[in-house]
């Protein structure tokens, strides 16, 4: 068995709660006390991450106009840089801790990603 289970389909249904998540946790764990950008860089990328969704070429994208892969590597991007986030901007405490777990989960995920095998879903 492939530890690479993440289908295309799994990662599509993800995509939309975690979006809205990384708009509404910053404000319900209150972020942004060791720096402001801590509050702000996560509702950022929920709201960018919501674009993506809906412009990715899966299932549950509404205008399918960037390729699954596309989106897989700005994800990525995303990841890595919220585990450097901490570092770069002095986060500290809750801050960090939001950064550094959501980081690994989004790395984690690409990490257990299956290799795309159709040209759509």
């Known amino acids: 068995m492939s530890l690479r289970f993440v289908t295309r389909t799994i990662h599509a249904y993800l995509d939309y709660p975690v ?4 708009m509404g946790l910053p404000f319900a764990l209150g972020l942004g006390a060791s720096n402001p950008i801590a509050l702000w860089l996560s509702v950022a990328t929920g709201v960018a991450a919501f674009v993506l969704t ?4 899966h299932h549950l994208g509404v205008w399918r106009v960037l390729p699954y892969r596309f989106h897989l590597a700005v994800d990525l991007l995303v990841g890595l840089t919220f585990l450097f ?3 770069l901007f002095g986060f500290t405490g809750l801050d960090a801790v939001y950064y550094w777990l959501n980081g690994a989960a989004v ?3 690409i990490s257990l990603s ?3 095998q159709t040209a759509t879903a």
């Open 114 to 116: 299956a290799p795309d």
């Open 85 to 87: 986030a901490p570092s």
């Open 107 to 109: 790395v984690a995920v």
């Open 19 to 22: 979006a809205l998540a990384l």
């Open 54 to 57: 809906v412009l990715t070429d």
